[in-house]
């Protein structure tokens, strides 16, 4: 499987797809972000309702579009994915 990556305000975002093989949806989107200093955090997994997908694409691409958005809820707004 690959790992798709991308670079939003100085931050590493990389895929952590799950796969769950037997059910209809068996992608589990996540990401981890690493930040200027290098920390890097945790699997942060997409939300409940929209976490699991039946496209590897799609989860893949939803993954970074959420991580974009933890990037952007911590410095324009203060708050912490850790």
């Known amino acids: 499987?690959?790992?798709?990556?991308c670079v939003h305000r100085d931050h590493s975002i990389s895929t952590d797809i799950m796969e769950h093989p037997g059910i209809p949806t068996p992608w589990a989107g996540g990401c981890h972000i690493t930040d200027p200093d290098g920390h890097t955090s945790r699997r942060l997994a997409l939300p409940l309702e929209c976490a699991f997908l039946a496209d590897l694409e799609k989860a893949q691409h939803a993954s970074l579009a959420h991580g974009r958005w933890l990037v952007d809820q911590k410095l324009d707004h203060g708050r912490s994915w850790h």
């Open 1 to 5: 499987m690959t790992t798709l990556n």
